[in-house]
């Protein structure tokens, strides 16, 4: 290889995951960086790396000029720009090429005339390639309500899709079932684009309902071939982003499997690709299948693809990047076993997926055969409202479906994370749910299947882990008690009542009473009094006991007043409520708190208006995602604490409505 010197305009877990092929190639990794990553694994993974002021995707991972100097005070030769950021930038590039810098993907034309949705169809469609008709709102389009609802009803139809033009991860994107709600979900999806693309275009296209989202990886190299690596299902999503990714897709046979293949491979010769590409579908419950798009960079779920050809997609980009036409196990690849991946986000799933912010006091997936893990977080990574709330990709491949399936399902299960709300306990739902796993899915599979009923700890190991942790937060008292640490705990020299530990456990208030008498120990967990309880071993990290007649081990960490219980039964937060709350921290009937922190970018009504239930009255932004909140019940605005442009904390109270009488 000609190149030397790799940097990675990225962060997080491609950056380390792109870093590691490139010391393979002995090629010398350089990272970038923002203030907020500055301590963050991948930094660590770089043999150099060059500070970007500032927190902002504007200032730092999206600052082109700033990258390129960072590789050239560095002497790298080529930048992989990994995926999001700089990845689809035209631009950018061309700024690579004119800076005598290789840039690791196609050339600036290919991303282009893909860049832009709407062009992208034209060009397909022209190729031959099966489109859905649409219509395009440019960026300085004015629409007039009326005029517009009767144009989409004679070319489109309903349901329809508004999505935003450049970009994708889901941003900008509504479904639209109903004329009444065009206009709403077009300026929406308009200031979405807008915050997180630079560019307001959107267009419209028909909406297949309950479809798979199958997409095809494509390669290409400078010498005229392309080719395709066969297809991932990506049917499995939330808000339109995918969270498990799986290759092959089990709704494809030979026969579709050809098809697609040549369809991407068209597109691909279409636009003159160059390294890795995705060609992504919506395939009907009829088996016809119709344009998406064309993602020209690494797509988040190459590993499925990985696995199951034994290809390494990174050092084919860095091949190809080199001038090198692709080689000989590209050109014959062929499908061996079955691979799932899932994304574990810090996200609140009973929340709406709201995305989650704090400290990971632990975080830890165990070694298992046939399981790759993809991470950009360690013990003590903070994760900030600034960037994509993912915090690592856990893929398991295996010799059918049923058993990656399994395989990945039990490294989630035993997986530790602290410190942070994930999406955890719903990514083992899906993969132990019966009707994922006899592969009967589509897009429409989280609205079918409730996410919170998936992601539900059963009543009996909640109970079990606030018992565990009432008996660790005793067993951790009394190791610092600075006198009588050797007295029983509870102890009194007159016979007294049991003790008491109250935790919450998400809605719900937990009160723990228990009398220890050696090992047995007499329990209460809310209304239900637990059978025979024998205490083998009770530390501040351990308690051994046995319930019932069934011994368990359950490990706890404690941080602040926040307890984490992991046992074979899964896992549960609880945290310790104080014994005498503050009657000053109560806040007013009606009070909006925010719901994770942001920046305000619309406030929707004015102090003194009047609204109705579930109208808009603040409008928060996080990790690229709009969340409105909404007004609980009719009545008056009588408190509005936040402008446009302000930042805010969870919990922090954006409005008051007083109810109407």
Same mark, same amino acid.
């Given at each position: 290889?000609?190149?030397?010197?790799?940097?990675?305009?990225?962060?997080?877990?491609? $950056?380390?995951?792109?870093?590691?092929?490139?010391?393979?190639?002995?090629?010398?990794?350089?990272?970038?960086?923002?203030?907020?990553?500055?301590?963050?694994?991948?930094?660590?993974?770089?043999?150099?790396?060059?500070?970007? %002021? =500032?927190?902002?995707?504007?200032?730092?991972?999206?600052?082109?000029?700033?990258?390129?100097?960072?590789?050239?005070?560095?002497?790298?030769?080529?930048?992989?720009?990994?995926? =999001?950021?700089?990845?689809?930038?035209?631009?950018?590039?061309?700024?690579?090429?004119?800076?005598?810098?290789?840039?690791?993907?196609?050339?600036?034309?290919?991303?282009?005339?893909?860049?832009?949705?709407?062009?992208?169809?034209?060009?397909?469609? $022209?190729?031959?390639?099966?489109?859905?008709?649409?219509?395009?709102?440019?960026?300085?389009?004015?629409?007039? $309500?009326? @005029?517009?609802?009767?144009?989409?009803? &004679?070319?489109?139809?309903?349901? /329809?899709?508004?999505?935003?033009?450049?970009?994708?991860?889901?941003?900008?994107?509504?479904?639209?079932?109903?004329?009444?709600?065009?206009? @709403?979900?077009?300026?929406?999806?308009?200031?979405?684009?807008?915050?997180?693309?630079?560019?307001?275009?959107?267009?419209?296209?028909?909406?297949?309902?309950?479809?798979?989202?199958?997409?095809?990886?494509?390669?290409?190299?400078?010498?005229?071939?392309?080719?395709?690596?066969?297809?991932?299902?990506?049917?499995?999503?939330?808000?339109?982003?995918?969270?498990?990714?799986?290759?092959?897709? %089990?709704?494809?046979?030979?026969?579709?499997?050809?098809?697609?293949?040549?369809?991407?491979?068209?597109?691909?010769?279409?636009?003159?690709?160059?390294?890795?590409?995705?060609?992504?579908?919506?395939?009907?419950?009829?088996?016809?299948?119709?344009?998406?798009?064309?993602?020209?960079?690494?797509?988040?779920?190459?590993?499925?693809?990985?696995?199951?050809?034994?290809?390494?997609?990174?050092?084919?980009?860095?091949?190809?990047?080199?001038?090198?036409?692709?080689?000989?196990?590209?050109?014959?690849?062929?499908?061996?076993?079955?691979?799932?991946?899932?994304?574990?986000?810090?996200?609140?799933?009973?929340?709406?997926?709201?995305?989650? #912010? =704090?400290?990971?006091?632990?975080?830890?997936?165990?070694?298992?055969?046939?399981?790759?893990?993809?991470?950009?977080?360690?013990?003590?990574?903070?994760?900030?409202?600034?960037?994509?709330?993912?915090?690592? !990709?856990?893929?398991?491949?295996?010799?059918?479906?049923?058993?990656?399936?399994?395989?990945?399902?039990?490294?989630?299960?035993?997986?530790?994370?602290?410190?942070?709300?994930?999406?955890?306990?719903?990514?083992?739902?899906?993969?132990?749910?019966?009707?994922?796993?006899?592969?009967?899915?589509?897009?429409?599979?989280?609205?079918?299947?409730?996410?919170?009923?998936?992601?539900?700890?059963?009543?009996?190991?909640?109970?079990?882990?606030?018992? &565990?942790?009432?008996?660790?937060?005793?067993?951790?008292?009394?190791? #610092? &008690? %600075?006198?009588?640490?050797?007295?029983?705990?509870?102890?009194?020299?007159?016979?007294?009542?049991?003790?008491?530990? !109250?935790?919450?456990?998400?809605?719900?208030?937990?009160?723990?009473?228990?009398?220890?008498?050696?090992?047995?120990?007499?329990?209460?967990?809310?209304?239900?009094? /637990?059978?025979?309880?024998?205490?083998?071993?009770?530390?501040?990290?351990?308690?051994?006991?046995?319930?019932?007649?069934?011994?368990?081990?359950?490990?706890?960490?404690?941080?602040?007043?926040?307890?984490?219980?992991?046992?074979?039964?899964?896992?549960?937060?609880?945290?310790?409520?104080?014994?005498?709350?503050?009657?000053?921290?109560?806040?007013?009937?009606?009070?909006?708190?925010?719901?994770?922190?942001?920046?305000?970018?619309?406030?929707?009504?004015?102090?003194?208006?009047?609204?109705?239930?579930?109208? %808009?009255?603040?409008?928060?932004?996080?990790?690229?995602?709009?969340?409105?909140?909404?007004?609980?019940?009719?009545?008056?605005?009588?408190?509005?604490?936040?402008?446009?442009?302000?930042?805010?904390?969870?919990?922090?109270?954006? &409005?008051?409505?007083?109810?109407?009488?």
């Amino acid at each position: 290889m000609t190149i030397t010197k790799l940097l990675v305009a990225n962060r997080g877990e491609i $950056a380390s995951r792109i870093m590691r092929t490139a010391r393979e190639c002995d090629i010398a990794p350089v990272a970038v960086f923002s203030d907020a990553d500055a301590g963050a694994p991948f930094v660590a993974d770089a043999d150099e790396a060059v500070h970007l %002021p =500032g927190n902002a995707p504007s200032d730092t991972y999206l600052r082109a000029e700033a990258i390129i100097d960072a590789a050239r005070r560095t002497g790298a030769d080529a930048i992989h720009p990994g995926y =999001g950021f700089l990845s689809e930038n035209a631009e950018f590039a061309r700024s690579c090429a004119a800076a005598g810098i290789t840039f690791v993907g196609p050339s600036p034309q290919a991303i282009e005339s893909m860049g832009s949705k709407i062009r992208a169809k034209e060009l397909m469609a $022209a190729a031959g390639v099966p489109v859905l008709p649409g219509i395009t709102l440019d960026s300085d389009t004015e629409v007039d $309500a009326d @005029d517009f609802a009767a144009r989409v009803a &004679a070319e489109i139809g309903y349901p /329809l899709l508004v999505k935003a033009s450049y970009g994708g991860g889901g941003r900008g994107m509504r479904v639209v079932r109903d004329p009444s709600e065009l206009f @709403d979900a077009v300026t929406g999806a308009r200031r979405e684009a807008q915050a997180a693309f630079g560019n307001p275009a959107v267009f419209l296209e028909r909406f297949v309902d309950a479809p798979r989202h199958v997409e095809v990886q494509i390669f290409g190299d400078t010498h005229g071939t392309v080719v395709h690596l066969f297809e991932r299902e990506c049917s499995i999503q939330r808000r339109y982003q995918k969270i498990i990714e799986e290759a092959p897709s %089990p709704a494809v046979d030979d026969a579709l499997r050809t098809r697609l293949g040549e369809a991407a491979v068209a597109a691909g010769k279409a636009i003159g690709y160059v390294g890795a590409g995705t060609v992504e579908f919506v395939l009907g419950q009829d088996g016809r299948f119709y344009f998406l798009e064309v993602n020209t960079r690494l797509q988040v779920e190459h590993p499925v693809t990985e696995l199951v050809t034994g290809l390494d997609l990174v050092r084919l980009q860095l091949q190809v990047a080199d001038g090198l036409p692709l080689p000989d196990e590209a050109l014959t690849a062929t499908v061996s076993g079955h691979a799932v991946e899932a994304r574990l986000y810090a996200e609140d799933v009973g929340a709406g997926f709201l995305p989650a #912010t =704090g400290s990971l006091a632990r975080f830890d997936v165990p070694p298992m055969n046939g399981v790759r893990v993809d991470a950009g977080v360690a013990d003590g990574s903070e994760v900030g409202v600034h960037y994509d709330p993912m915090l690592a !990709k856990v893929i398991a491949h295996g010799p059918t479906r049923d058993a990656a399936c399994r395989r990945l399902a039990r490294a989630l299960h035993e997986t530790r994370v602290h410190g942070v709300v994930t999406n955890r306990e719903l990514l083992v739902g899906i993969l132990r749910e019966p009707e994922f796993r006899s592969g009967a899915i589509d897009t429409g599979y989280l609205d079918r299947h409730d996410p919170a009923q998936l992601a539900r700890t059963a009543p009996e190991v909640v109970r079990l882990h606030a018992l &565990a942790a009432a008996l660790a937060g005793q067993a951790e008292r009394r190791a #610092t &008690a %600075p006198v009588l640490a050797s007295a029983p705990s509870g102890w009194r020299n007159v016979p007294n009542g049991p003790q008491v530990a !109250k935790l919450s456990y998400e809605d719900d208030e937990i009160e723990v009473r228990y009398r220890i008498a050696g090992r047995i120990v007499e329990a209460e967990v809310g209304a239900e009094v /637990l059978g025979e309880v024998v205490l083998h071993a009770a530390s501040e990290s351990l308690v051994d006991l046995t319930v019932d007649g069934v011994r368990r081990a359950v490990r706890v960490q404690r941080v602040g007043d926040v307890f984490y219980a992991d046992s074979s039964l899964g896992a549960t937060t609880l945290t310790e409520l104080p014994r005498f709350p503050d009657p000053q921290s109560r806040t007013a009937p009606g009070s909006l708190l925010a719901p994770m922190p942001g920046t305000v970018v619309r406030v929707a009504v004015d102090t003194g208006a009047a609204v109705a239930h579930g109208t %808009p009255v603040v409008v928060l932004e996080a990790m690229k995602m709009e969340h409105s909140v909404t007004a609980p019940h009719d009545g008056t605005v009588t408190e509005l604490n936040v402008a446009i442009g302000q930042t805010v904390e969870t919990g922090a109270v954006l &409005a008051v409505v007083e109810e109407a009488p």
